[in-house]
């Protein structure tokens, strides 16, 4: 151990970025430790949990309807509610909806196609854990086929919104996250949006948030 915060990472058959997320926490500040579909404990010490973007189980079923029945999202439910953070990203925020732990479902793009480009978000909500301090607008990436939130938008927080809506989610929702705003679920991968070699740094604040 550092004795830096630790952030659990949790890990899926079919988990595609966790490697980013790893990185973009370290850069953070934080230590990275893998949490596995398996285990019923996060590691020993976590303070921030991600559940990173992939294809968790094929997408078999529906997306993320396999992995939030996993063994370690018992584990994460019981963070989440003792008002630990939880970052669920793309397949993550999937996962996150179909746990019941944010409102909601992901529902096929509009344009029944996978879309893969950079977007505008507005900060819909500068008062939760992972926004304070952000800038108005952010800059990141999305790829995704069944992106589009659709659900009652007074049953969370909206967090972020699509500036120009991409794929017909409600209300325009890029990420919304539960009244108590320590769970956060988005499209968009802040975790690409992390270093200037991608062009945009925006995604850096959400990470931060994860350490502060």
């Given amino acids: 151990m550092t004795g830096r915060?630790?952030?659990a990472i949790v890990r899926?058959?079919?988990?595609?970025?966790?490697?980013?997320?790893?990185?973009?926490?370290?850069?953070?500040?934080?230590?990275?430790?893998?949490a596995w579909h398996s285990d019923t404990e996060l590691p020993p010490g976590t303070r921030s949990v991600i559940v990173p973007g992939g294809?968790?189980?094929?997408?078999?079923l529906r997306c993320g309807a396999i992995a939030s029945r996993s063994p370690i999202m018992a584990a994460v439910r019981r963070h989440a509610e003792a008002g630990g953070l939880v970052l669920g990203i793309c397949n993550g925020f999937q996962v996150l909806c179909e746990a019941g732990l944010l409102p909601g479902v992901?529902?096929?793009?509009?344009?029944?196609r996978?879309?893969?480009?950079?977007?505008?978000?507005?900060?819909a909500d500068a008062g939760t854990p992972w926004t304070r301090g952000a800038p108005p607008v952010l800059s990141m990436p999305i790829k995704h086929?069944?992106?589009?939130?659709?659900?009652?938008?007074?049953?969370g927080r909206v967090v972020l919104r699509y500036r120009e809506n991409p794929n017909g989610s409600v209300?325009?929702?890029?990420?919304?996250?539960?009244?108590?705003?320590?769970?956060?679920?988005?499209?968009?991968h802040p975790e690409e949006a992390s270093?200037?070699?991608?062009?945009?740094?925006?995604g850096r604040a959400l990470f931060a948030a994860l350490v502060a």
């Fill in 5 to 7: 915060p630790l952030v």
């Fill in 12 to 34: 899926f058959p079919g988990s595609l970025d966790h490697e980013t997320a790893r990185r973009a926490s370290e850069a953070a500040g934080a230590e990275v430790a893998w």
């Fill in 55 to 60: 294809f968790s189980y094929g997408d078999h």
């Fill in 106 to 112: 992901l529902r096929r793009n509009a344009s029944l």
């Fill in 114 to 123: 996978f879309i893969c480009r950079q977007v505008e978000l507005e900060v």
């Fill in 145 to 155: 086929n069944e992106g589009a939130w659709f659900g009652d938008p007074a049953e």
């Fill in 171 to 188: 209300d325009g929702v890029a990420g919304i996250a539960n009244r108590a705003g320590n769970v956060l679920g988005l499209m968009p």
């Fill in 195 to 202: 270093d200037p070699l991608l062009g945009s740094t925006d």
